[in-house]
């Protein structure tokens, strides 16, 4: 995962905030790339029952996952055992397959053991 650490006041963002920073309003200039580790604690979650779209196939979870370097992002869950206070790592999910035959993935979060 590639996220933004601002050098005015280190915020780290994801994803990527390409007009600057956030936190302090910093421009792009102050902004470096940093690389974030696809693991955190689960602070929140909720099944999906119905969607509008075709993927993902309901139910679903959705978890708020605060990262282990700071920022807090929205995902899919996957795993029965998921709780709030879980331990989570992301991993790339095979997703659909689009008509001209390219298949997508998506980053979703399973629970650490
Ligand atoms: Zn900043």
């Given at each position: 995962?590639?996220?933004?650490?601002?050098?005015?006041?280190?915020l780290?963002?994801?994803?990527?905030?390409?007009?600057?920073?956030?936190?302090?309003?910093?421009?792009?200039?102050?902004?470096?790339?940093?690389?974030?580790?696809?693991?955190?604690?689960?602070?929140?979650?909720?099944?999906?029952?119905?969607?509008?779209?075709?993927?993902?196939?309901?139910?679903?979870?959705v978890?708020?996952?605060?990262?282990?370097?700071?920022?807090?992002?929205?995902?899919?869950?996957?795993?029965?055992?998921?709780?709030?206070?879980?331990?989570?790592?992301?991993?790339?999910?095979?997703?659909?397959?689009?008509?001209?035959?390219?298949?997508?993935?998506?980053?979703?979060?399973?629970?650490?053991?």
């Open positions: 995962m590639v996220g933004h650490r601002c050098s005015v006041c280190g780290v963002a994801f994803p990527p905030d390409p007009y600057g920073c956030q936190n302090c309003g910093a421009s792009e200039d102050a902004l470096e790339e940093v690389e974030l580790e696809a693991a955190g604690s689960l602070r929140a979650m909720a099944t999906v029952h119905r969607h509008h779209q075709d993927h993902p196939a309901t139910p679903f979870t978890g708020i996952i605060e990262l282990v370097d700071g920022p807090v992002i929205k995902a899919i869950v996957q795993g029965e055992e998921a709780s709030v206070g879980s331990r989570v790592e992301g991993k790339l999910v095979p997703t659909e397959i689009t008509d001209n035959g390219t298949q997508l993935v998506d980053l979703y979060f399973q629970v650490v053991k």
